[in-house]
C-alpha cells in the first residue's frame, strides 16, 4: 500500500511524513496551540508545505466526493432527472441540490432573473436562519436519538473517546458510538419519529450527522423498524462493505468486515456496494449478500432448516467462533477437525471452548420434537465439558437473546478415542429465566466449554437432524 | 457570465472549492453549506464575473469570508489557521484549477484499485465516513498514531501514483 519496494526514504520523505501527519490531527483538531503555531509557520514560509497541504485537501474532497455512495447518488439523481441541453446541471434548484444538503424543490428554469434573483434571497435568508438556529440550539439538536430497552454490556463512547458503560437508558448525539457486547447483550436506538434499531451481541455502531439518520455499522447485528422518511434524507446504514438506504420498512442486517447480509421483512431497501457503486433494491420476504465481488442477488429468505452440519474438511466455516483447525490423527477419511481453544468467551472470562459462528439472522437450525444433536469426538482427559446452545426469540423484527440451553452430562471418556455420541435436544435445558422450551426460539450460536486443564477435545464432525434414537447413544469408532 | 454558466462551473469545479473552504471549517458538511451559500451569491452576481477563470478566484474570496462569518457565529468552532496564511493558501490552490476533475477522477479510481484492502478500507473509513483518527483506530483496533502513520503513507502513495498517471497521459497528447 505504500513505499514501492527498494526506494530509499529520505529526509524529505520524513519531512512530508511528519507534514502530514500533523495535516492529519489538524483536521481532528487535535494540535495543541504550538503545534498550530509551528503548522501556520510551516504553511507561510514554506511553498512546499503549501502545495502538499493544498494537494491533500483537494485529494481529500476528491475521495470523498468519488467513493461516497450518498453523495454520487445524489449527483446522479440531479442527472437523471434535470439535464439541460448542454449536458449540464442548470436552475438554481439543481444548483441547490448538488452543492447542499438542503434539499430544494425543483423550479423553473425558463424563470425570469427577478424571480430568480427573488428567490436566492430568499433562500439565503433561509439558510441564515437554519444556521442560526443550529448555533443557537446545538445541545438540543445534537442529541439525535435516546438509548433503551438495555440489556447487559452496552457502552457509549463519545466522538472524544470517551466511554460510559450504560445501565438503563442515555441520549445519544452525533458521532457517540454504541457498543453492545457479549450475546445476550442488546439495547435499542429509539428515535423521535418512531424508528428504532435494535442492537444485539457484539455489535457497534456510530450515530452520523444530526441533520440526518446516518448510521455506521462497525460490525454486528442490527435489526431496524424505520418509519417513513423524506425521499431525498433516507435513513443510511453504512457497513464496512455495503451502503443500506431505506425509506420505511423492516429489516435486519448481520455487518462482518468484508461482508453484510441483509433480510428485508417489509418494504424495500437500496443495497449498495461501496467498492464499485453495484447496487440492488430488496423487496420484503427476500435477502441479498454483498462481498468483496461477489454477484448480487437478490433471494427468498430461507425458512430456517431443520438440520445442520459442520464436517471442518476444508478449514473452519466462515465466521467460526471458536476453536483451532486440526489435521492430525483424525478418523479414517476425515481430513479437518476443530480443537478447542482457550480464550475469552464472550464476558464470561477465559475457558477452553469450540464456538461456531453467530448466525444472528438466519438462525442454525430448526428444533423439532424430535430433534437431535450428533458429534464425533475425543477427549484426552476426562473432567466436564458443558453444551451451549445459545438462543433468540423467533420474532425477526425485533429478535432479542432468549437464553442458554444447556448440556451438563457430556460424555466423560477421556481414552482418546474417537466416539460418535447422539443427543437428544430436549437434553438440554434452559438456564435463563422463561419457560420457553427449544422449539420456540431460534439457535444462533453453538458451544462446547470446559475449564482447565485441557481436556484435549477435538471434534471432527457436528450435526443435527430432525430424528434419532430418542435417547443418548455412544459409539466408539475403531 | 450567465446564471447556467455559473451553476456548470461550480458544480464541474466544486471539488477545489470544496478542499479550500474544508481546510478552514474543518468540517464536510459546514463546506457544504458554505459553497451552497456561495453558489447562491454568485448567481446572484453573475453579471460581475467575466469567466471561468475569474469564477474561481472569486468563488474562493467568497468561500473564505462566507467560511469566517459560520465559524464566528459558531463559538465551538475556531479558526485556526491565520488570515494572512489563508491568503498565500488562496493563490496556492490557482496552482490546481488548471487540472481537470474528470480526469483526476479516473487517475483517483485507478490509484485506489492498487491500495491494499486494508488499506482502502481506511479511506473509506476516513474520507467516506468521515470518521476521527480516534475513531478509525477504535475500529481497526490499533492505537491513533498507526492510523495517521496508515493515513500518511496512503497519501503519499496516492500522490506518487496520481502524479504518474497523469504524467503518462500528458505524454499521449
Keep these: ?478 | 457570465m450567465d446564471a447556467n454558466g455559473i451553476v456548470r462551473a461550480l458544480i464541474r469545479d466544486r471539488v477545489k472549492l470544496l478542499g479550500f473552504i474544508w481546510a478552514i471549517v474543518r468540517d464536510h458538511h459546514l463546506a457544504d453549506d458554505v459553497l451552497q451559500d456561495v453558489t447562491v451569491l454568485a448567481m446572484e452576481r453573475a453579471a460581475e464575473i467575466r469567466d471561468d477563470e475569474h469564477l474561481l478566484l472569486w468563488s474562493r474570496k467568497a468561500a473564505r469570508y462566507k467560511s469566517l462569518e459560520i465559524l464566528r457565529s459558531q463559538a465551538h468552532r475556531t479558526l485556526a489557521l491565520d488570515h494572512d496564511v489563508l491568503e498565500s493558501l488562496e493563490a496556492q490552490w490557482a496552482s490546481v484549477d488548471a487540472a481537470a476533475t474528470s480526469d483526476e477522477v479516473g487517475y483517483l479510481r485507478g490509484c485506489m484499485e492498487r491500495l491494499t484492502p486494508h488499506a482502502q478500507r481506511i479511506v473509506h473509513l476516513r474520507y467516506t465516513q468521515g470518521l476521527s483518527g480516534i475513531q478509525v483506530a477504535e475500529i481497526i483496533k490499533v492505537k491513533v498514531h498507526s492510523v495517521y502513520v496508515a493515513l500518511t503513507r496512503i497519501h503519499r502513495a496516492l500522490e506518487e501514483c496520481i502524479r504518474h498517471r497523469r504524467q503518462a497521459a500528458e505524454g499521449c497528447t
Aim: glycine share 8%; with cysteine.
Design chain 1, 1 to 478: 500500500m505504500t513505499d514501492q519496494p527498494g526506494k530509499v526514504r529520505d529526509d524529505s520523505d520524513q519531512a512530508a511524513d511528519d507534514f502530514l501527519a500533523s495535516v492529519l490531527r489538524y483536521f481532528d483538531g487535535d494540535l495543541n496551540d504550538a503545534e498550530v503555531a509551528e503548522l501556520n509557520q510551516l504553511l507561510r514560509g514554506d511553498p512546499t508545505s503549501r502545495r502538499w497541504f493544498v494537494e491533500y485537501c483537494t485529494r481529500s474532497c476528491l475521495i470523498r466526493e468519488t467513493f461516497d455512495p450518498e453523495r454520487q447518488a445524489l449527483l446522479r439523481r440531479e442527472h437523471d432527472t434535470e439535464p439541460s441541453a448542454t449536458g449540464g446541471h442548470t436552475g438554481i434548484a439543481g444548483a441547490l441540490r448538488v452543492f447542499g444538503p438542503l434539499q430544494r424543490a425543483t423550479g423553473d428554469r425558463r424563470q425570469s432573473w427577478r424571480i430568480l434573483a427573488a428567490l436566492c434571497v430568499l433562500v439565503g435568508v433561509a439558510a441564515v436562519l437554519l444556521l442560526w438556529q443550529w448555533g443557537g440550539r446545538e445541545r438540543e439538536v445534537l442529541t439525535i436519538a435516546s438509548l433503551e430497552d438495555v440489556v447487559g454490556d452496552v457502552r457509549v463512547v463519545t466522538a472524544k473517546g470517551q466511554s460510559h458503560r450504560i445501565e438503563s437508558s442515555a441520549a445519544i448525539k452525533s458521532g457517540d458510538t454504541i457498543r453492545t457486547r457479549g450475546t445476550e447483550s442488546s439495547a435499542v436506538l429509539a428515535y423521535a419519529d418512531g424508528t428504532r434499531l435494535t442492537l444485539v451481541g457484539n455489535t457497534s455502531v456510530m450515530c452520523g450527522d444530526h441533520r440526518s439518520k446516518s448510521i455506521v455499522v462497525h460490525q454486528g447485528t442490527l435489526a431496524a423498524s424505520v418509519k417513513p422518511q423524506p425521499a431525498e434524507k433516507p435513513l443510511v446504514l453504512t457497513t464496512p462493505s455495503a451502503q443500506v438506504q431505506v425509506l420505511g420498512t423492516r429489516f435486519q442486517i448481520e455487518a462482518l468486515e468484508n461482508r453484510t447480509d441483509l433480510s428485508v421483512t417489509e418494504g424495500r431497501v437500496r443495497l449498495v456496494r461501496i467498492r464499485d457503486q453495484e447496487s440492488v433494491e430488496v423487496p420484503d420476504g427476500k435477502y441479498a449478500t454483498v462481498t468483496e465481488r461477489n454477484t448480487l442477488l437478490v433471494k427468498d429468505i430461507p425458512g430456517l432448516p431443520s438440520t445442520w452440519e459442520e464436517t471442518f474438511e476444508a478449514g473452519l466455516p466462515e465466521g467460526w467462533a471458536r476453536g483451532k483447525w486440526v489435521t492430525d490423527e483424525l478418523p479414517a477419511g476425515s481430513k479437518g477437525a476443530v480443537k478447542a481453544a482457550w480464550g475469552e468467551v464472550d464476558s464470561e472470562g477465559a475457558n477452553y471452548s469450540v464456538g461456531s459462528s453467530e448466525q444472528w439472522l438466519q438462525g442454525l437450525f430448526a428444533v423439532q420434537k424430535n430433534s437431535h444433536i450428533h458429534f464425533t469426538f475425543k477427549t484426552e482427559k476426562q473432567g466436564w465439558i458443558n453444551i451451549f446452545i445459545v438462543t433468540r426469540t423467533s420474532g425477526s423484527d425485533d429478535a432479542r437473546f432468549s437464553g442458554n440451553y444447556l448440556l451438563r452430562d457430556f460424555p466423560k471418556t477421556g481414552s482418546g478415542q474417537w466416539e460418535t455420541v447422539s443427543i437428544p435436544l430436549d437434553k438440554f435445558k434452559r438456564i435463563h429465566r422463561g419457560m420457553e422450551s427449544l422449539r420456540e426460539v431460534v439457535p444462533f450460536k453453538l458451544l462446547f466449554v470446559f475449564d482447565a486443564p485441557d481436556r484435549g477435545l477435538v471434534i471432527d464432525r457436528v450435526w443435527v437432524t430432525p430424528d434419532g434414537p430418542g435417547r443418548v447413544v455412544s459409539e466408539v469408532i475403531h
